[in-house]
């Protein structure tokens, strides 16, 4: 079955550096993968979206890669700021033709000044 | 814009109950999406809509769920009869064209809890 994996642990960084979170799946063959910010209470806010022929996506301070390869995305914020915490939430689509996303269940980034 | 809107946006209903989730999508959207939370399972996808029409609705966990939309404005995620594993939160999110390839918008979502 399909399966996405993302740190479960909370992500601790201090303030300035920059954080990477991690996405692997598995048994899936997407045609782009998105990255989601999620704060308590709230409904998960669209952040990025790389294709399968892209290898990196940039926004801002976010940076995204996707290698197919290895089945793997990493998820990169640049000068992080304690507004940056939040779960951060990794999502595939378009397998088979499909719009509907699968959702990794996120991990939580602690920004720390 | 005001974004995707969900109401309620809680519901305490008791077993058995018959629960009814509304969504407006973001105007110009015509793909729409219901989603569940849950601290175990993460973020489920239920179903979702092309241009109004049901695509893929396997997600749905049972016959007890059941979902519409009559116009591009408007959709329910209708739940009968409720039962208590049913408590989550329940998001809608909308996006333009086929939907995935596009960032989708949340709603803030309904907290449902069924005792």
């Known amino acids: 079955s399909q399966k996405i994996e993302q740190n479960s642990e909370a992500l601790n960084i201090q303030e300035g550096k920059t954080a990477t979170l991690t996405c692997n799946y598995t048994?899936?063959?997407?045609?782009?993968l998105q990255w989601y910010r999620q704060d308590p209470g709230r409904g998960p806010v669209f952040l990025l979206l790389?294709?399968?022929?892209?290898k990196e996506k940039r926004k801002e301070r976010l940076k995204v890669t996707f290698d197919t390869t290895l089945k793997q995305s990493l998820f990169h914020i640049t000068a992080s700021q304690p507004a940056d915490s939040a779960t951060y939430l990794c999502?595939?689509?378009?397998?088979?033709?499909?719009?509907?996303?699968?959702f990794g269940k996120g991990t939580h980034l602690i920004i720390q000044p | 814009d005001a974004g995707v809107i969900q109401s309620p946006r809680h519901e305490v209903t008791e077993m058995g109950q018959e629960v009814t989730l509304r969504c407006k999508p973001i105007?110009?959207?015509?793909?729409l999406f219901w989603y569940r939370q849950t601290m175990m399972r993460g973020l489920e996808l239920l179903i979702y809509?092309?241009?109004?029409?049901?695509?893929?609705d396997s997600g749905m966990p049972e016959d007890r769920f059941s979902a519409k939309m009559p116009n591009a404005s408007f959709s329910t995620l209708k739940i009968q009869p409720s039962e208590p594993r049913d408590s989550a939160v329940y998001f809608c999110?909308?996006?333009?064209?086929?939907?995935?390839?596009?960032?989708?918008?949340f709603g803030p979502g309904t907290r449902l809890t069924v005792t």
């Open positions: 790389i294709r399968e022929n892209e």
């Open positions: 809509f092309n241009n109004n029409v049901p695509i893929d």
């Open positions: 048994n899936y063959s997407p045609a782009y």
């Open positions: 105007s110009g959207h015509n793909s």
């Open positions: 999110a909308s996006s333009s064209l086929s939907g995935g390839a596009y960032g989708q918008y």
């Open positions: 999502a595939l689509g378009g397998g088979g033709g499909a719009d509907g996303l699968t």
